[in-house]
């Protein structure tokens, strides 16, 4: 049927009952098919378009554009063509539901898939086919709620998807959430007997291995962390800590380079580093290197990388050497500021906790540094610049210098003895003694005599040919016979004399020039001087050198000698009485020098040894004489008597010309009178000027 013009839906109305295969609606006046109307409806509410152009199905009042209506079934479904099972859509009470319908698309599934309230929360059901086993809260938070699925708050098990978890009670398969989790409480994954991964929403704790961590992530079983790079903490953080409980061991790799290392970074020179390359014998060996300083236990052990200079407290060791041509090298030393004066400074080799060797020191005081430093052995406190000390009463060597165990040099042992196996070379050259003296100015090569007021006590020489002299004050000696501790504490009344050997010694000509040879006694006029010695005067010495100045120092070889009959007191008394006869003692050298030459040696010694002998047989008679108050004028009466005999005799022989002296020369002669013989004897004088 066709209808046309303005009346298009009266001619509708206005159609037979017939129904027509095709029914058009059109207008021909339209440029356009168009159904104009301000009211459709069709089938009562089937389909409804009202005036507003609102599609109502199963409402004559659709609010919509388009509003489906139905309070017995779904609303609305999907099909995928026949065979499938239809999606339907339905309000049912307010509240959406989105499930499937047969096959025949004839009735609704009574489980439904996804149910959101008119809250607009989300419900899931159970697999089993309960509803509200996962359901959505006023805060958005998916929680199990429902009691038909088992008591709410509990744990889900669920079987991975591409989308998530989409099966429940799964037991052996893990659980896969895309966006994160989030829970109020606890969270727990694993199934029973195998560790379970734990989170304590209470206290925000995660535990690995464990329901009960204790700490923002504890772990409890064995862990790997494959990644070069492991932060902890932050650049904020004030400080980190990293505890171990127990004890612990870490591995690094064998044989490599930088095993193991502490640097600022990754790119940086390491602080600390450890090397595990395998040493040349093939067996592995670690190497720590550290560069910088090195302190430990406050300083025990402390390096000092600015200095170069490692500081120990306290140090155990076993060989030790310095670099092969090390050069000249510090080796210990011991550091002094303090300003108190007199503290003991010093540092020990011990030897099974006895000190063998100790270096020794005192500080200074005011400035710092130190004084009287010494080195002792056998001892802690040595009071010399090298002290050696034993406490053991037995004979021991206390010093020894050998080429071997049996070639010894020179040794001294602890009785005090010494031993050289060869000549003592020293540049002194005189053995000398140790005496108390009350001369407190004495000077070395002073003559001195015996103190006969105190014990054991000597005193600067004031008399001339004093019979008390005894020595002469040493300059070098080269052996000090004795050794008195006193004199250290007193040196000034402390005098070293020499007693043996080559001394230097002042000298005087008071009793005439000294020539090489003659014998010395104290003088008469210089106290502490020597002078030459007349015949039977005590001595000290023999001159080594000649004085002809009034006084000066020479060399005297030390030769003490009482007063006594000797060769030279006789010597002495025949130049006295030449000199009696008014000869001159140029004349008396001249007579000596033809003595000489008649080659009286032999004679001499014969007279010298007689005289010797009667030399003893006079200290005999004076040993007796001593005890008497007359000794000393018996025993001069009887030397006088004795040389009287004696000069007799010689100025007869002299006086005679058949003694047999020929020539005799002289650069001059000194006489009043000088008489000249010929041949036949005839003798002439002469006085006065020599022409």
Request: proline letters at 3%; charged letters at 10%; one cysteine or more.
């Amino acid at each position: 049927n066709l209808f046309s013009g303005a009346n298009i839906f009266n001619n509708i109305t206005r159609s037979t009952s017939t129904q027509a295969t095709t029914t058009n609606l059109f207008s021909t006046t339209a440029s356009s098919t168009n159904l104009y109307s301000s009211l459709l409806t069709v089938g009562g509410n089937g389909l409804v378009v009202d005036s507003s152009r609102n599609v109502g199905i199963g409402t004559t009042t659709p609010t919509w554009l388009l509003n489906p209506s139905s309070a017995t079934a779904a609303q609305l479904a999907l099909s995928a063509g026949a065979g499938f099972s239809q999606w339907a859509f339905r309000n049912a009470g307010g509240n959406l539901y989105f499930a499937t319908t047969t096959v025949a698309g004839t009735a609704t599934s009574s489980i439904s898939a996804l149910s959101i309230n008119s809250n607009g929360l989300l419900t899931l059901p159970a697999y089993g086919g309960a509803t509200g086993c996962a359901q959505f809260s006023t805060a958005g938070l998916l929680s199990n709620t429902g009691t038909a699925c088992g008591t709410g708050g509990g744990t889900f098990s669920w079987t991975p998807g591409t989308y998530g978890a989409t099966i429940v009670n799964a037991t052996s398969t893990a659980l896969q959430l895309k966006g994160g989790l989030y829970a109020s409480s606890t969270v727990r994954f694993g199934n029973a007997g195998v560790s379970p991964f734990f989170y304590d929403g209470t206290v925000g704790n995660l535990g690995l291995g464990t329901t009960s961590p204790f700490a923002r992530l504890s772990v409890s079983g064995s862990t790997w962390l494959d990644s070069n790079i492991i932060n902890f903490a932050s650049s904020s953080a004030t400080s980190f800590a990293l505890n171990y409980l127990t004890s612990a061991t870490s591995t690094i790799p064998n044989n490599k380079l930088y095993a193991w290392t502490i640097a600022t970074s990754t790119t940086a020179t390491p602080i600390f580093r450890i090397d595990t390359t395998s040493s040349g014998a093939g067996s592995i060996s670690a190497t720590t290197s550290i560069r910088g300083g090195f302190v430990l236990d406050d300083g025990a052990f402390n390096y000092d990388s600015y200095a170069g200079v490692a500081s120990v407290d306290s140090l155990s060791t076993g060989p030790m050497a310095f670099d092969d041509n090390a050069g000249i090298l510090s080796w210990m030393d011991m550091p002094v500021s303090t300003t108190t004066a007199d503290i003991v400074m010093s540092y020990s080799a011990q030897i099974g906790g006895t000190s063998i060797l100790t270096v020794y020191s005192e500080s200074k005081g005011t400035g710092g540094g130190i004084k009287n430093g010494r080195v002792g052995i056998g001892t802690t406190s040595p009071y010399a610049l090298l002290s050696l000390a034993t406490t053991t009463n037995q004979l021991i060597d206390l010093f020894a210098i050998s080429t071997s165990t049996s070639g010894i040099v020179f040794k001294v042992d602890s009785y005090g003895r010494t031993y050289g196996d060869g000549a003592y070379a020293s540049p002194a050259a005189d053995y000398a003694e140790y005496f108390y003296t009350n001369s407190v100015d004495l000077k070395s090569g002073e003559v001195v005599c015996v103190d006969i007021l105190v014990n054991n006590a000597v005193k600067r020489c004031e008399r001339g040919a004093d019979n008390n002299v005894m020595g002469i004050v040493s300059t070098k000696p080269a052996v000090i016979g004795n050794y008195i501790k006193a004199a250290e504490a007193d040196p000034s009344h402390y005098a070293i004399i020499g007693m043996l050997g080559q001394v230097d010694a002042f000298v005087s000509n008071e009793n005439g020039p000294i020539n090489i040879g003659d014998s010395l006694t104290s003088a008469s006029t210089t106290p502490g001087f020597a002078m030459r010695a007349s015949g039977g005067d005590s001595t000290v010495g023999i001159a080594l050198g000649p004085m002809a100045s009034s006084t000066g120092k020479i060399k005297v070889l030390i030769s003490r000698r009482n007063k006594s009959l000797v060769v030279e007191e006789v010597e002495a008394l025949v130049v006295e009485r030449v000199a009696g006869m008014k000869i001159e003692d140029k004349v008396g050298q001249m007579i000596q020098q033809s003595v000489d030459s008649l080659d009286l040696d032999p004679k001499i010694t014969a007279f010298a040894s007689t005289t010797l002998s009667l030399n003893s047989r006079l200290d005999d008679i004076e040993s007796i004489l001593v005890a008497t108050s007359t000794a000393t004028s018996t025993t001069n009466s009887f030397v006088d008597n004795f040389f009287n005999n004696l000069f007799t005799r010689i100025t007869t022989w002299l006086a005679n010309a058949a003694n047999g002296i020929g020539d005799f020369f002289a650069n001059r002669v000194r006489t009043k009178e000088l008489c000249v013989s010929d041949e036949s004897g005839a003798e002439t004088c002469y006085r006065g000027t020599c022409y």
